[in-house]
């Protein structure tokens, strides 16, 4: 009995370890990712100061923090500010980082 808490008291500091881990180790690709994906897809510029990714906060979603948001259009909109933002947040759900082609946002919150 004793060493069953043992291995499951591993596993699961182990497990938490590593969701804390992912979202520094992955920061610099997963930022460059974020901004050239939405200037792809998007008709718009947008600029951010920071990304942050957590997959404990919400758990069991993982949340999405852009910092000092912008927006600009582009073609006849070129010059005009769409949107400016301290802070935007998205949440979804955490096995969505698998699957990105069917991403579910459960929520989008604007500071």
Do not use: W, Y
């Amino acid at each position: 009995m004793k060493k069953v808490v043992m291995v499951g008291g591993i596993v699961f500091i182990s497990l938490m370890m590593i969701l804390i881990s992912i979202p520094f180790i992955f920061r610099g690709a997963l930022l460059e990712k974020t901004r050239t994906a939405i200037n792809r897809d998007l008709n718009v510029n947008i600029e951010f100061k920071d990304l942050r990714i957590s997959l404990i906060k919400d758990f069991p979603k993982a949340s999405l923090m852009l910092s000092q948001v912008l927006v600009t259009g582009k073609a006849e909109f070129a010059g005009d500010t769409l949107l400016s933002v301290q802070s935007l947040r998205t949440s979804f759900g955490l096995f969505d980082l698998f699957t990105p082609d069917d991403l579910t946002i459960s929520e989008i919150i604007l500071n």
